[in-house]
């Protein structure tokens, strides 16, 4: 039973470009939230997905956006990348946009933007 | 909004021991859940341990267990009996309310054992 698939695992990126990160939920899962963690700190709330909508949303700029497939798989887009997008970019996926149960995380994405 | 806090940066433990990671939140929510992951190496957030706020009892997992104090709104782990793949980052994370969907997370606790 696979876990949440990310790719790629690193991604080094110039300032200005644009990058899009994929995302494959564990099995059974329906529901994609991204994350963006900062070297040292927790993991911030980017957007959640569900039924291929986007669901809630946490403080970042419509630089970044994102897409559901039917198949339940996501990605993360970013558009004019800044040196500050520069992070480990985490996909959780779980069974329903409530987390009771809990997220399912992935190994992320390392992106350096220079 | 909701807050987390971890206040303890660093902390470190000989294996075998028992050692407590402290995490408090602020939340105007009745109805929500708390969780513990582990962050290792290899960057993947492993879930150790949840608590849903309506629960009165503590939450634990072999050697995991938590103490949650809902009035004083803390949330500690306590790991017992401290192996060598215990050590990790460990974030507290609060999940509930109109936020239901997504996870706010603390700034971590690096955990070191010491053999």
């Known amino acids: 039973d696979a876990g949440v698939t990310q790719s790629p695992t690193h991604l080094i990126k110039t300032r200005g470009q644009q990058v899009t990160l994929r995302c494959s939920p564990k099995?059974?899962?329906?529901?994609v939230s991204w994350y963006q963690q900062a070297l040292g700190q927790g993991p911030q709330f980017i957007f959640q997905?569900?039924?291929?909508?986007e669901r809630q949303r946490g403080n970042f700029p419509d630089r970044f956006s994102g897409h559901q497939f039917p198949n339940y798989s996501s990605e993360l887009n970013v558009n004019a990348l800044l040196l500050g997008d520069s992070a480990l970019y985490l996909c959780?996926?779980?069974w329903g946009p409530g987390t009771g149960r809990g997220y399912t995380f992935g190994s992320g994405t390392r992106l350096t933007v220079v | 909004a909701q807050t987390v806090t971890q206040s303890q940066p660093e902390m470190s433990v000989q294996e075998a021991e028992t050692v407590t990671l402290s995490c408090t939140y602020d939340?105007?929510?009745?109805?929500?859940?708390l969780f513990w992951y582990k962050q290792p190496p290899s960057r993947q957030m492993i879930l150790v341990i949840r608590?849903?706020?309506?629960?009165?009892q503590n939450a634990t997992e072999n050697r995991f267990s938590v103490n949650f104090q809902k009035a004083a709104k803390s949330f500690s782990l306590k790991i017992s009996d401290s192996q060598l793949g215990d050590a990790a980052m460990y974030f507290c994370?609060?999940?509930?309310?109109?936020?239901?969907?997504?996870?706010?997370f603390g700034q971590g606790t690096i955990l070191t054992v010491h053999p």
């Open positions: 959780a996926s779980s």
């Open positions: 939340t105007s929510e009745s109805d929500y859940y």
């Open positions: 608590q849903e706020a309506y629960k009165q």
């Open positions: 994370a609060f999940a509930g309310g109109t936020s239901y969907g997504k996870l706010t």
């Open positions: 099995s059974g899962h329906d529901t």
């Open positions: 997905y569900y039924e291929e909508e």
